[in-house]
C-alpha cells in the first residue's frame, strides 16, 4: 500500500529557502499526480501546487507562482517542492498526496481530486520576519 511522507520541513528567516521532499514507501508513486497543500493555523488547507507523474507539467497558485517549484526524480520515489523567497505568510504544515483519480492535467486547488489518495502526515514549516 502506498504511503507518503514529508520531510525537509523548518524554522527559516524570511527571504530564506527549503526544500520539502515526499517519499514514497510501500508501492511507487511515479505514474501518479502528486500535489502539494498546507494549512496554517485557523485556516483551511489549501492546495498550492502540482507535479504530473512524469514531471512534465508543473502548476502553481499565485501565492507561490515564481518562488516554488516543484520537481521529481522517480528513480527515488520522491518529489520535491523547493521553496525559496519564503515569507511568514508561508508559515503552515505541508502536506503531500497522491491523485488516484490521474487527472490530467494535474490539479491543486480541487482536494476533492486527492480525497482517495494517501496522504502524509505533514512537516511543519515556520518562516520568522
Known amino acids: 500500500q502506498l504511503q507518503l511522507v514529508e520531510s525537509g520541513g523548518g524554522l527559516v528567516q524570511s527571504g530564506g529557502s527549503l526544500r520539502l521532499s515526499c517519499t514514497a514507501s510501500?508501492?511507487?508513486?511515479?505514474?501518479?499526480?502528486i500535489g502539494w497543500f498546507r494549512q496554517a493555523p485557523g485556516k483551511e488547507r489549501e492546495g498550492i501546487s502540482c507535479?504530473?507523474?512524469?514531471?512534465?507539467?508543473?502548476d502553481y497558485a499565485d501565492s507561490v507562482a515564481g518562488r516554488f517549484t516543484a520537481s521529481r526524480d522517480n528513480a527515488k520515489n520522491t518529489v520535491y517542492l523547493q521553496m525559496d523567497n519564503l515569507k511568514p505568510e508561508d508559515t503552515a504544515v505541508y502536506y503531500c498526496a497522491a491523485d488516484l483519480k490521474e487527472m490530467w492535467p494535474c490539479e491543486y486547488d480541487d482536494l476533492a481530486v486527492y480525497a482517495d489518495g494517501p496522504w502524509g502526515q505533514g512537516t511543519q514549516v515556520t518562516v520568522s520576519s
Open positions: 507535479i504530473s507523474s512524469g514531471g512534465s507539467l508543473t
Open positions: 510501500g508501492s511507487t508513486n511515479n505514474d501518479l499526480n
